[in-house]
């Protein structure tokens, strides 16, 4: 989970995902990210959405095709992004999606960027 001014890892065995999250400060956000995914390679689907984390309702922003090594420096650089934007005290859980999970929530939604090759 990434606030305005830090992350912090957790672990959740339970996702449901609900529907794209479509508000005007978030498509301000989606437009913010895009242009750093369009910069780096290792980003190659990424999804805004309410989803259910362990029964707790919040945004996920859900990444697919980050390698591993790139984890970290990807969160610390989309921290600095959504801190950019939104209040202090904001949240922003940020999931990297495993093949099953890429499954599910594409039922639920469109990703926002998808990186074409």
Not at 18 to 35: A, G, Y
């Amino acid at each position: 989970m990434t606030t305005r001014d830090h992350y912090e890892e957790f672990k959740t065995s339970k996702i449901t995902f609900f529907c794209e999250q479509r508000d005007p400060p978030e498509r301000e956000l989606k437009d913010r990210l895009t242009e750093y995914f369009r910069t780096m390679r290792s980003v190659t689907n990424a999804y805004l959405v309410r989803a259910s984390l362990n029964s707790t309702v919040s945004v996920v922003l859900a990444l697919k095709g980050a390698g591993r090594a790139d984890e970290k420096s990807t969160v610390v650089e989309i921290s600095k992004i959504f801190a950019s934007l939104f209040a202090q005290g904001q949240q922003l859980s940020i999931m990297f999606l495993s093949p099953t999970q890429e499954l599910e929530i594409n039922k639920a939604c469109e990703p926002f960027f998808k990186e074409h090759v």
